[in-house]
T-cell receptor, first 114, second 111 residues
Framework: DAGVIQSPRHEVTEMGQEVTLRCKPI?????LFWYRQTMMRGLELLIY????????DSGMPEDRFSAKMPNASFSTLKIQPSEPRDSAVYFC????????????FGPGTRLTVL | SQQGEEDPQALSIQEGENATMNCSYK?????LQWYRQNSGRGLVHLIL?????REKHSGRLRVTLDTSKKSSSLLITASRAADTASYFC???????????FGSGTKLNVKP
């Protein structure tokens, strides 16, 4: 298995632009997580899905952030409009739901908003 | 916050020495996990310890868990330069699916 796949790996955009980050979880995993990592705030859970359904989005910072999971093999995290303070590394992770299971992380998308 | 907090924030040792890092958390848990993050990479799972376990080993890794003190420690024995990375503990806060990560310990192993 190729592991969790994220695209793009790097994104540089200007303030006000829409940004869409993509994630393909490991086949067979039914939980998917979006995290944001910054020096100041560490690793923050933004939202997670079970069986394509959003379960907890309490970590989504503002209405500018939205996430979807239209099917078991694809998820997006959208920021519209983007702001400089959104600059961070965004990670997607997947796991088997429930039980004592580990999360598998993707390589991350480094977002820079100018 | 339910996050685990690692201590120390940074640790520098010589190759061959042992490295110990600690994690404290606030709520009850089902399990606690340790992850490693190499610079510029995603996190990689190292080891999981269940709330009813007190100690677990995996290769050069030894993890302990004290639920009464809400703390865990990760020991890396005979460290290598390749162990240089940041190490994070993650707790599930009683929810198998929602994990809280600490701020990490940055380990530097000098050759």
């Amino acid at each position: 298995d190729a592991g969790v796949i994220q695209s793009p790996r790097h994104e540089v955009t200007e303030m006000g632009q829409e940004v869409t980050l993509r994630c393909k979880p490991i086949s067979g995993h039914n939980s998917l997580f979006w995290y944001r990592q910054t020096m100041m705030r560490g690793l923050e859970l933004l939202i997670y899905f079970n069986n394509n359904v959003p379960i907890d989005d309490s970590g989504m910072p503002e209405d500018r952030f939205s996430a979807k999971m239209p099917n078991a093999s694809f998820s997006t995290l959208k920021i519209q409009p983007s702001e400089p303070r959104d600059s961070a590394v965004y990670f997607c992770a997947s796991k088997l739901a429930g039980g004592f299971n580990e999360q598998f992380f993707g390589p991350g998308t480094r977002l820079t908003v100018l | 916050s339910q996050q685990g907090e690692e201590d120390p924030q940074a640790l520098s040792i010589q190759e061959g020495e042992n490295a110990t890092m600690n994690c404290s958390y606030k709520t009850s848990i089902n399990n606690l996990q340790w992850y490693r993050q190499n610079s510029g990479r995603g996190l990689v799972h190292l080891i999981l310890i269940r709330s009813n376990e007190r100690e677990k080993h995996s290769g050069r890794l030894r993890v302990t868990l004290d639920t009464s003190k809400k703390s865990s420690s990760l020991l890396i024995t005979a460290s290598r330069a390749a162990d240089t990375a940041s190490y994070f503990c993650a707790t599930d806060g009683g929810n198998f699916n929602k994990f809280y990560f600490g701020s990490g310990t940055k380990l530097n192993v000098k050759p």
